[in-house]
Every structure is written in structure tokens, then in C-alpha cells.
């Protein structure tokens, strides 16, 4: 999920989000709990070695889920 947490030490906020991507038939392919201290946040995946093929990506954050396909392609 999406979590804000306040470091009383600092003030800083810090987010979480989860991220998931499965292949049509279900299978987990990719999952990272993204944490940013900073203002950008940026997530790298390499599907180089994945089939090509429909994949499903859940962002999960705070009370929320994205759904969306992706199309890769080898």
C-alpha cells in the first residue's frame, strides 16, 4: 500500500508504493516496494529475459490499485 510516515527527527515525509507486475495467467513476474526520501522517484525493470506477451501492473498506493496492461515485446 501507500504509506506516509513523518520523521519527527527530520520532517520529512516518506511514501510507499507497491508495485507488481503478473503475466496474464497469473504469475508474478516483478515486486518492489518503492520507498522515496527525495522528490522524484524512478523504477528501472528489466524485462529483457521476460516473453513477449501481455503483462498486468498493479501500483498499489495509500487506498488505491492502478491496473493497466503492458505489451512487451522481444
Not at 508504493?17 to 524512478?42: C, P, Q, R
Amino acid at each position: 500500500g501507500f504509506n506516509i510516515e513523518l520523521n519527527l527527527a527530520t520532517g520529512l515525509f516518506y511514501k510507499r508504493i507497491a508495485l507488481s507486475i503478473y503475466s496474464m495467467d497469473g504469475k508474478l513476474f516483478y515486486h518492489d516496494v518503492l520507498k522515496n526520501g527525495s522528490t522524484a522517484m524512478e523504477q528501472k525493470i528489466d524485462t529483457r529475459k521476460w516473453p513477449s506477451g501481455q503483462y498486468i501492473l498493479n501500483i498499489m498506493a495509500d487506498n488505491s490499485i492502478i491496473v493497466s496492461d503492458v505489451l512487451i515485446m522481444q
